[in-house]
């Protein structure tokens, strides 16, 4: 039977007891994590947010407190009065370990019924169980300790940017659709039948026009929606710390955000991090890395070795080559102990993860002959040459992706670049090297739309220089686009924005709108710009990922309180669902769902 607290109230959290607390009567409450009936003796574990404490109730505490003890199972919600006492026996695993609360009351505020899985850190449970009875798993102390990061984490983030002088402005969540880049979440207005409200993928435009009201620096803790396929580090909504900063270049937005993660690294995870940090220009972060979020906590670097198979035998690297693609290598070392069966998993590898065909491996044996899979076509010379260019020893084993598209052979590489490097364990852990990947470029093809889209987006500045190739030879484009790169995460990107309403027109021609869906989608802004607009540019961080890395989780599911799954659904509100038909009624909208939904995945 629940009873009520009455004119109780708690003395101080559970794990907050002290030793100094000794011979004091304190009132303590929260869930029963554990109780152990021993006859003469009843020991409860209790448990809140702030740590467990013992309660023990013995031959001194009364009768009927006793037998309501006897009824207390796990999770259940008590309160308990009592003198704090010395622990006879000493628990060095626990905060409270050296002292136990002598129970001569007791209350039960809350009945449970038994849970589908133990409240407790390194349960063994699949995660859409968890995701399902999400209010359960957020009991368990090691998901506390995630969620009370990321409040430590927030509150270092707000912290700096006041000192800063930034100033933190909310901006609207119901806004008008621009369809550019992921797909918008819709909301239908019941005042304007027929039209919807949108919202938002991040508060771009609405922070570009606070710099042109004169704001000079904002920042917010800004929830964001994109209608996208989900991934580890993707949600349907998510949390961004957003930045914008009036009348800046790259670098006054670089330095600023160097000094914002130097402090929070420090406060955080007391690590000092030396800045500036390394900046890499896009093409030659995919030249030497295969990526545009290189991860420099290992080598192992990409090299072209194009020019040495132009006159080759072996068809496949030698056609690749001349079709305009690129042979790009990796030297592995002391890959010489690499087995069949660990090369033929490799090139499995990048058939299924890449688009590449395939891998070619060639190395050299104990007596200096090249050997491998394309060993008959390469001799030792050519092993040597590229071990020189590579700066690697005669042990190192050469690994080999060749594609018409040299794009492709390096994403691939790149790809296949950290698969070894996590097989091999050569990531070294505790390890954060930062950099900035920069000069991204503007423009990138879209086989699905057949047109040039923003590689960022359409209010990115192009590099001055590269203007006059707007409409000669755009793809060569570069914009003032930054990229903030952690262990080979994207952990935030921005960019210079346009400020002037010419070259802002130029960009919507680049990308194929006409002048009058140019008007109807962005009209609001380009009238903003007829009105004086200071150069200014900005970053975004997303703090679940910001979070996930701090805290090395793979998933952001693990930082959120309650994320949704691959199919963007919530497993324990059954959300989306069915609206009652006069909600429907009320919003002129009829609904046709001929297919069953989605199964959900995590």
């Keep these: 039977m629940s009873e009520s607290m009455g004119t109780w109230r708690r003395s101080c959290l559970c794990g907050d007891v002290t030793e100094a607390m000794i011979g004091q009567e304190l009132t303590l409450m929260g869930w029963c994590h554990r109780q152990r009936d021993l006859g003469g003796l009843i020991f409860i574990l209790l448990r809140d947010i702030a740590g467990e404490v013992q309660i023990i109730l013995d031959d001194s505490t009364p009768e009927d407190v006793r037998a309501k003890a006897a009824d207390v199972r796990s999770e259940y919600v008590i309160a308990c009065r009592g003198v704090l006492r010395e622990r006879s026996a000493v628990n060095p695993d626990m905060k409270t370990g050296t002292v136990e609360l002598l129970a001569k009351e007791l209350r039960i505020l809350s009945e449970s019924k038994t849970p589908p899985f133990y409240i407790e850190d390194d349960v063994d449970v699949n995660e859409p169980l968890r995701l399902q009875y999400r209010f359960l798993d957020l009991r368990r102390p090691a998901m506390q300790r995630k969620l009370v990061a990321r409040h430590q984490i927030t509150r270092i983030v707000r912290e700096f940017f006041d000192r800063e002088g930034f100033l933190d402005i909310e901006t609207p ?39 042109l009201s004169g704001y000079n620096k904002y920042m917010q803790i800004a929830r ?13 909504e998510f949390t961004q710390i957003d930045i914008e900063m009036a009348f800046v270049g790259e670098d006054d937005v670089m330095e600023v955000n160097e000094r914002f993660i130097v402090e929070l690294m420090q406060r955080f995870k007391g690590i000092e991090v030396k800045r500036p940090f390394r900046r890499i220009p896009w093409r030659e972060a995919m ?33 690749a080559v001349q079709e305009g693609g690129a042979l790009v290598a990796i030297a592995v070392p002391g890959g010489r102990d690499l087995s069949r069966r660990e090369l033929d998993s490799l090139s499995d590898f990048v058939k299924s993860a890449t688009k590449a065909k395939g891998l070619a491996w060639i190395g050299l044996d104990e007596k200096g002959e090249s050997h491998g ?33 040299a794009q492709v052979a390096e994403e691939a590489a790149g790809a296949l670049r950290l698969e070894v490097a996590r ?7 505790g390890m954060f090297e930062f950099c900035w990947v920069t000069e991204f470029p503007l423009f990138e093809w879209s086989e699905e739309n057949q047109r040039l889209v923003a590689k960022h987006h359409p209010f990115t500045a192009p590099v001055e220089e590269d203007i006059p190739l707007l409409n000669k030879d755009p793809l060569r484009v570069r914009a003032h686009a930054y990229d903030i790169v952690l262990n080979g995460t994207e952990l935030g990107g921005g960019s210079i924005r ?51 890395k701090l805290l090395d989780e793979d998933s952001i599911r693990e930082v959120i309180a ?14 989306p669902d069915r609206v009652d038909e006069g909600q429907l009624e009320e919003l002129k909208l009829k609904i046709d769902v001929p297919t069953k939904p989605k199964s959900a995945k995590v």
């Design 173 to 211: 969540t119901l806004i008008k659709s621009t369809p550019e880049g992921a797909r918008d979440y819709l909301v239908p207005s019941r005042v304007f039948p027929g039209k919807f409200f949108a919202l938002p993928q991040s508060p771009q435009l609405f922070k570009q026009l606070l710099m």
């Design 224 to 236: 964001c929606y994109r209608d996208e396929d989900l991934r580890a580090d993707r949600q349907p």
């Design 287 to 319: 030249a030497r890395f295969g990526s545009d979020k290189p991860d420099l906590r290992f080598g192992m670097e990409l090299y072209d070795v194009s020019d040495l198979v132009v006159e080759s035998e072996f068809r496949a690297f030698r056609s």
């Design 373 to 405: 899979s394309i060993a008959r076509f390469f001799d030792a010379e050519f092993v040597k040459e590229v071990l020189r260019r590579v700066n690697e020893d005669e042990t190192a084993k050469l690994l080999l992706i060749a594609d018409a598209d």
């Design 423 to 429: 097989r091999r364990d050569m990531i070294p852990e």
């Design 498 to 548: 346009i400020h002037q309403q010419d070259l802002q027109k130029r960009m919507f021609t680049c990308l194929g709108f006409s002048e009058e869906k140019a008007q109807r989608q962005f009209g609001f802004l380009l009238k903003a710009f007829e009105y004086g607009v200071p150069p200014h540019g900005g970053i975004a961080y997303g703090l679940d990922r910001l979070v996930m």
């Design 562 to 575: 309650f994320p949704k799954v691959q199919t963007s659904s919530c497993l324990m509100t059954g959300a």
